[in-house]
């Protein structure tokens, strides 16, 4: 089955710097990698997704990567503000339609 | 469109008792996700259905756990008996799943279980 590695499992960092989150998977046959966002006692919430025929996706502050050969994706947030402390999962889905999460990370913002 | 619908938000209940948590998904998704969060273990698979049939219940815990899907537009899962360790908050989650397609999970606001 796919096996989903995320890291860092925390990340911290001053208002206005950039944050990156790395994602691995094992199988080559996934085509769909989703980000979502978890604030604190609330649900997970997709923010940006990505599918397998494009390298690269942007939304304002956010933006996610893909690297099909090296199986790895990335996510990217810019000018980083105290609102975008939360937990971020990544996670890919391919033929079986059961996305298989990474353990999450948990990103503070100082401002 | 209300998003899916979880019952109750939280449920407290003694060791032993029977828990059942509801479900309702997001109209015209015909996929249905049931999954356990614990600080530990981070986001669990429990069970997936697709088109009201359960695909994948390897995640399921043990035989205290049973969960149903007996129309597009409703689920249950049902802990009998409760322990301790069945603490967490377990979401429900749905998606439109398809030969040529994929499409992101609309997660409920779950429901933070406690048994004491």
């Known amino acids: 089955g796919e096996n989903v590695e995320q890291h860092p499992s925390t990340l911290s960092v001053q208002e206005g710097d950039s944050a990156v989150i790395k994602c691995t998977y094992s199988?080559?046959?996934?085509?769909?990698f989703p980000w979502y966002k978890q604030e604190l006692g609330k649900r997970p919430q997709l923010i940006i997704d990505i599918r397998s025929n494009v390298g690269e996706k942007k939304d304002q502050r956010i933006a996610v990567t893909l690297n099909k050969t090296a199986k790895h994706f990335s996510l990217h947030i810019t000018e980083t503000q105290p609102e975008d402390s939360a937990v971020y999962f990544c996670?890919?889905?391919?033929?079986?339609?059961?996305?298989?999460f990474g353990r999450g990370t948990s990103l503070i913002v100082h401002p | 469109d209300a998003g899916v619908i979880q019952s109750p938000r939280h449920e407290v209940t003694e060791m032993g008792q029977e828990v059942t948590l509801r479900c309702k998904p997001i109209?015209?998704?015909?996929?249905l996700f049931w999954y356990r969060q614990t600080m530990m273990r981070g986001l669990e698979l429990l069970i997936y259905f697709n088109n009201n049939v359960p695909i994948d219940d390897s995640g399921m815990p043990e035989d205290r756990f049973s969960a149903k899907m007996p129309n597009a537009s409703f689920s249950t899962l049902k802990i009998q008996p409760s322990e301790p360790r069945d603490s967490a908050v377990y979401f429900c989650?749905?998606?439109?799943?398809?030969?040529?397609?994929?499409?992101?999970?609309?997660f409920g606001n779950g429901t933070r279980l406690t048994v004491t």
């Open positions: 996670a890919a889905r391919g033929g079986s339609y059961i996305p298989t």
């Open positions: 199988d080559s046959a996934s085509n769909y």
């Open positions: 989650a749905s998606s439109r799943s398809g030969a040529s397609y994929n499409s992101p999970l609309h």
């Open positions: 109209s015209g998704h015909n996929s």
